[in-house]
């Protein structure tokens, strides 16, 4: 049991320590950073543990990651019931996310998805749909990226495993890395008011 756990963190370890020379993190970072100074949005989705990662980092903008400041614009796409459970009865699961970018995505916007698959049909449609509404598109996978290379995404941050848990880990790793970027790029941490930098 003791050796299997050192093996599972052994992994892990492995799998950060290949993150460091992961470019594609800091151009996910200069991207949103980017555009989100003209005044877009980011939209993020994602199935499962994707989905609450989506949640996660979605909240860690509007409302704070280290310390309080104003907020961030990010719309986690997995948390209206309403709209999930309704496009999923009437048309299909695929189409949960692309009709939510249909209805309030703009140009510019940032279109996040996370899939540890890379095969998530309702996360390739959105991304499908906000190429052509050019929007910004950024997709966080395993080791499956040959789709998203032909779909043109503009940053594809891929983790080198096929494990679920692993993949995840590490996605939330990155997640909470571009939300602290984010926040001290953005934002001025004083004792009297933490204010947007313009």
Request: with cysteine; hydrophobic share 40%.
């Amino acid at each position: 049991m003791q050796d299997q756990f050192q093996s599972k963190i052994d992994v892990r370890v492995m799998i950060l320590n290949s993150l460091k020379e992961n470019k594609d993190i800091f151009k996910a970072i200069e991207l949103v950073k980017s555009f989100l100074k003209e005044g877009n949005k980011i939209l993020v989705f994602g199935n499962g543990g994707s989905a609450t990662q989506s949640s996660h980092f979605a909240s860690e903008l509007v409302n704070k990651f280290y310390f309080e400041r104003e907020g961030l614009p990010a719309i986690a796409l997995t948390s209206d019931i309403a709209n999930l459970t309704s496009i999923a009865n009437d048309f299909d699961f695929k189409y949960v996310f692309s009709k939510q970018i249909q209805a309030i995505g703009n140009k510019n916007d940032i279109s996040i998805g996370i899939t540890t698959s890379g095969k998530s049909k309702n996360v390739i449609e959105a991304l499908t749909i906000s190429k052509k509404l050019k929007l910004k598109t950024i997709v966080l996978c395993g080791k499956n990226v040959e789709l998203f290379k032909k779909l043109g995404i503009d940053v594809i941050i891929s983790v080198d495993s096929n494990d679920t848990p692993i993949i995840q880990e590490a996605h939330l790793f990155i997640l909470h890395t571009i939300a602290e970027v984010l926040e001290k790029e953005f934002f001025v941490k004083s004792n009297k008011k933490n204010s947007r930098i313009k």
